[in-house]
Nanobody
Framework: QVHLVESGGGLVQTGGSLNVSCAASGVAFNQYSVAWFRQGAGKEREFVAF????????VYTESVQGRFTISRDNVQNTATLQMTSLKPEDTALYYC????????????????WGQGTQVTVSS
């Protein structure tokens, strides 16, 4: 099981940018796909973005398409979500998740999850 730690959350104004990162340890990270999920206060947890183990395939939920970019560094064992043109509705606790050679948009598709990092977008 991979150990995941998110970082980089914070407070940003509407229209601003922020990067959140996920550091992995304990496994061969280059065998693990990574996804980002988020959960706003009083809202259901939702899928945000996915990147496969090789970094050759990415998938985004429609609401972040064109604004967010997911990437990974298999040497540094990190995955990053670059967020631009942030909106108040992007405010949420952002989680990274990983699964060996995995794919999916559901939380249950992944076997390891981090504790989350808070992103708050002020209006």
């Amino acid at each position: 099981q991979v150990h995941l730690v998110e970082s980089g959350g914070g407070l940003v104004q509407t229209g601003g940018s922020l990067n959140v990162s996920c550091a992995a340890s304990g496994v061969a990270f280059n065998q693990y796909s990574v996804a980002w999920f988020r959960q706003g206060a009083g809202k259901e947890r939702e899928f945000v973005a996915f990147i496969n183990w090789a970094g050759s395939r990415t998938v985004y939920t429609e609401s972040v398409q064109g604004r967010f970019t997911i990437s990974r560094d298999n040497v540094q064992n990190t995955a990053t979500l670059q967020m631009t043109s942030l909106k108040p509705e992007d405010t949420a606790l952002y989680y990274c998740a990983a699964e060996q050679y995995g794919y999916g948009r559901e939380w249950e598709d992944y076997g390891s999850w981090g504790q989350g990092t808070q992103v708050t977008v002020s209006s």
